[in-house]
């Protein structure tokens, strides 16, 4: 049975639609055209796909272990992490329903400035080694991967941020599970697009459909933070 405030709808519902970000399926659309020309086969593709994936979870999954560590360290520690997210879901799901309406207009949430040309860079140069070991260029996909999870975390971070505010108010033990779900969840829709493609979507038509589907991403995502930050300022402050 999960404690508090927590449920498993709320996990799993943060993780999908964490998971249909504008900003993850793009940059995996990219990657998988740049993987087609690199690897030259649909396996080798297959297979850096999934250790992209693989990096991605890992990489997501540290992060939230440290910081749901830093959260157990008192309970003023967590109680103020739990308000400062729930008021951060709020706003960001503001600014995801108004991109929507006028999206990239104004200021909305996206990777670090500058980060799309350092990762097309880095791409670029991997390519240029792509003749040597194989071995070698997944290592580099392994970077690349680290790489992409940081910077996409301005653009992606919300609702993972929610969700460990929320495990902050149980047991760190209890949470383990919850957290590993949640991580695995978000990096399905990253297995169906490299299966896609493996079965021989092209990248071109992967990225008309997030572009025709993008703004209703961002709406959904931005409902549902909004309404996650208000049942957890509630959830402290029933009467309020």
Request: proline letters at 3%; aromatic letters at 16%.
């Amino acid at each position: 049975m999960l404690e508090g405030n927590l449920t498993l709808g709320i996990i799993i519902g943060a993780a999908l639609l964490d998971s249909i970000n504008p900003c993850v399926i793009g940059v995996l659309v990219f990657l998988i055209a740049f993987m087609t020309r690199v690897f030259k086969s649909r396996n080798r593709m297959l297979v850096g796909g999934l250790v992209y994936t693989l990096v991605v979870y890992l990489t997501y999954l540290l992060l939230g272990f440290g910081i749901l560590r830093l959260t157990f360290l008192s309970p003023d520690v967590a109680t103020t992490f739990y308000w400062i997210v729930a008021i951060i879901a709020i706003f960001a799901g503001f600014l995801e329903i108004k991109d929507y309406f006028w999206y990239g207009k104004g200021f909305s949430l996206q990777m670090i400035p500058g980060a799309s040309a350092r990762i097309k860079a880095y791409t670029d140069w991997i390519e240029r080694i792509q003749s040597r070991h194989f071995s070698l260029l997944l290592l580099t996909m392994v970077v690349l991967g680290v790489f992409v999870v940081l910077v996409e975390l301005p653009c992606t971070g919300a609702p993972y941020l929610a969700v460990l505010g929320l495990l902050s108010q149980g047991h760190y033990a209890s949470a383990v599970p919850l957290l590993l779900l949640y991580n695995f969840i978000f990096v399905l829709p990253l297995l169906f697009i490299i299966g896609f493609a493996y079965f021989g979507t092209s990248s071109e038509r992967l990225e008309a459909w997030r572009r025709q589907h993008r703004g209703l991403m961002r709406l959904l995502v931005g409902i549902f933070l909004i309404v996650l930050g208000f049942y957890m300022i509630y959830s402290l402050n029933p009467v309020f």
